[in-house]
């Protein structure tokens, strides 16, 4: 069994503290994707995790093993990295079989796992080819099955798309994600790109300055962010965040004044909010819609015509925010045009603007 329990892990360098009482349980198998803005700390706990640099406080154990104290090599991780890290001199087959042979394999398995991880990855035809003679697609490949040779009880990778173009990183992605199913072992995932996150992940992990700010299945994060970092930093383009002043507490929700003549509606619980309160309202893009009757006055910047979708850049009037709005097929408002938008009570999250922290929602889903 390979799952992972970090226990208030710290991390500091010097007087320089960059991880902060990290505590964070891995289950076996699971694959757990760390995402955060630069600097906050997701590749120094994936270092931290593969024994590359020591804990200053806390534990780490794997399997329930205790392995704060072990070598890279006794903790039976493998990663890979973003620059791929091949033997320029050596051929494919020689980068796979590497490691093996150095830790004294018999021939025998080192080539039945060289062919294990060549099927896999599909890159048989490129084992007698050397790093320099394969694409940046098909040396990430290599690298992977570098790791997959050692079986190791976790791999861990840092970033390992970044080189790629746009059209390989969906590719490669999508092999990553077949191989954690075939293989089934636990994966730690470390990138700042939303698609690889949501779309890769069993569990993200949020960070924030060294700090986790949230743990969850994609979704559960994306509609039911805990505070206001996540609820911005999760989802492409961002999620719209609105002042606004709370107008009235009904049944059917809390209205709230947002914008010169607007008003919007949310299911959130009431407890802890008050008429006259000032919020924070969170809206994602794809959950306004445009109204034929009333709404909130939007106020038309420009527009991003992507064939399937529509992304348009405004502002509502009396504010002087960006907001974005998208719109499913073609659509093409010209500069300065007046929409009404309006949105689902159920899909507007309303944050307290002084603790950052989301209402819960009447349902409970949400947290305060």
């Known amino acids: 069994m390979a799952e992972l329990k970090l226990s208030t892990v710290n991390k500091a360098y010097g007087t320089v503290k960059v991880l902060h009482d990290v505590e964070l349980d891995i289950k076996d198998g699971e694959f757990v994707v760390f995402v955060g803005p630069s600097g906050c700390g997701k590749s120094t706990l994936l270092r931290v995790i593969a024994g590359l640099e020591e804990v200053t406080a806390g534990t780490i154990a794997i399997g329930g093993r205790d392995v704060s104290a072990l070598s890279p090599a006794e903790r039976k991780i493998a990663m890979v990295f973003q620059s791929y890290a091949l033997y320029p001199h050596m051929s494919v087959r020689k980068n796979l079989a590497f490691g093996l042979e150095n830790l004294k394999f018999k021939r025998a398995e080192i080539e039945a796992r060289i062919a ?172 306004f819609s445009r109204s034929s009757g009333q709404g909130l006055p939007f106020v038309v910047q420009y527009h991003e015509g992507l064939g399937t979708e529509t992304y348009v850049y405004g502002n509502l009037e009396g504010q002087d925010e960006q907001i974005i709005i998208h719109e499913a097929g073609h659509f093409a408002p010209q500069q300065g045009d007046r929409l009404l938008i309006d949105a689902d009570p159920a899909r507007i999250h309303l944050f307290d603007p002084k603790t950052e922290l989301a209402f819960a929602r009447r349902s409970g889903q949400g947290r305060r």
């Open 116 to 287: 294990e991880a060549a099927r896999m990855l599909a890159i048989e035809p490129y084992l007698d080819r050397r790093p320099k003679q394969l694409s940046g697609g098909q040396r990430q490949r290599v690298a992977i099955g570098r790791a997959i040779v050692r079986e190791p009880d976790i791999f861990l990778f840092d970033e390992p798309l970044s080189n790629l173009d746009a059209a390989l990183r969906v590719q490669t992605r999508a092999e990553i994600t077949k191989l954690h199913r075939e293989i089934k072992t636990t994966m730690i995932y470390v990138t700042h790109d939303q698609v690889e996150a949501m779309t890769m992940a069993d569990k993200i992990v949020v960070l924030r300055a060294g700090r986790v700010e949230q743990v969850g299945a994609p979704l559960d994060l994306f509609d039911n962010p805990r505070n206001l970092f996540v609820a911005g930093f999760l989802g492409s383009p961002r999620m719209n965040i609105l002042k606004g002043k709370v107008a009235a507490i009904t049944e059917s929700g809390i209205a709230v004044d947002v914008a010169d003549g607007g008003r919007i509606v949310s299911d959130v619980d009431p407890a802890g909010i008050a008429v006259g309160q000032e919020v924070l309202a969170g809206i994602r893009p794809a959950h």
